[in-house]
T-cell receptor
């Protein structure tokens, strides 16, 4: 079964500190993508970072980095120097291969991050 | 470059009714996927449209159906609404063959009473 697991329903972090959001995945596909999205209360899914399964280096995008450990099937998101505006739901997702040969996303249950001043 | 636009933003329907949700894809994207996000959960894949045909479907009953138009915009139709259909419905557009560029809209929040 192809599945994303996020075991932290909620996390607190102090402003300006770093925080790690956990994500593990299960797949039998050789090629897949891992994504992190931020969802503020407005509902829109905002893309943060992407890691391809064959990428040897961990992805980074500004204050976001993805700690990809393929053997452990984990893809944790690290946010450095947290800001008050980082308070939101965070979803880890994986691209899955459909029967048609196309791809879609499967999501974890999310982690609510609250940044405290 | 325009993003993904969904309408309406909010909707209240009665159990048993039918509803149509709309999505305009991002410029340059030719594939549209729909997701259902129940309260407190992650989004779940409903189906995907490419070249005006359904191109993959998640674990949703046939009363969930869709359309894609020549301009790549899409509709999600739900018949015989049930209370459990209350959710945020998200549309995502992408380019066929790309596993990277999924762009989501802000969603339609459907409440079934």
């Amino acid at each position: 079964a192809q599945k994303i697991t996020q075991t932290q329903p909620g996390m607190f972090v102090q402003e300006k500190e770093a925080v790690t959001l956990d994500c593990t995945y299960d797949t039998s596909d050789q090629s897949y993508g891992l994504f992190w999205y931020k969802q503020p209360s407005s509902g829109e899914m905002i893309f943060l970072i992407y890691q391809g399964s064959y990428d040897e280096q961990n992805a980074t995008e500004g204050r976001y980095s993805l700690n990809f450990q393929k053997a452990r099937k984990s893809a944790n998101l690290v946010i450095s120097a947290s800001q008050l505006g980082d308070s939101a739901m965070y979803f880890c997702a994986m691209s899955i291969l459909l029967d048609t040969g196309r791809r879609a996303l499967t999501f974890g249950s999310g982690t609510r991050l609250q940044v405290q001043p | 470059e325009t993003g993904v636009t969904q309408s309406p933003t909010h909707l209240i329907k009665t159990r048993g009714q039918q509803v149509t949700l709309r999505c305009s894809s991002q410029s340059g994207h030719n594939t549209v996927s729909w997701y259902q996000q129940a309260l407190g959960q992650g989004p779940q894949f409903i189906f995907q449209y490419y070249r005006e045909e359904e191109n993959g479907r998640g674990n949703f009953p046939p009363r969930f159906s869709g359309l894609q138009f020549p301009n790549y915009s899409s509709e999600l139709n739900v018949n015989a609404l049930e209370l459990d259909d209350s959710a945020l419905y998200l549309c995502a557009s992408s380019l066929a063959g790309s596993d990277y560029g999924y762009t989501f809209g802000s969603g339609t929040r459907l409440t079934v009473v």
